[in-house]
């Protein structure tokens, strides 16, 4: 099996925060990945408020923020799947998307 990281993004600061009807549902859609042994790791909230990040680029410049102009990255997980269609149909069953988010699949290369 291959693993993927799926990457989270949401469009404002407000949707950071879910109500508790939203975290029922994305607790029950982890539960079903980690049910089905898919999950790899449940990943962690990446912070996109000012001062909780940097980005430095290949000049050595150090700018506030890796925020792109219409996403915010909210966070990550891995899971594995034989493929990466089946890692976009686990992460098409995400409740982000009811409040204008989208995920991101990208296949991570094992270093042994």
Known sequence: MKE????????????????????QERMAWLQNIAESDKLVNKGNTLLPMPGSAKT???NGNVKDGPFEATN???GYMVVKAE?????VEIAKAN???KIGGSVEVREV???H
């Open 4 to 23: 993927f990281t799926l990457i989270f993004r949401i469009k404002s600061l407000n949707d950071l925060k879910p109500s508790p009807e939203q975290m």
């Open 56 to 58: 430095i680029t290949a």
């Open 72 to 74: 915010i990255t909210s």
């Open 83 to 87: 493929h990466i269609h089946e890692a």
């Open 95 to 97: 409740p982000i998307f």
């Open 109 to 111: 290369l094992q270093r």
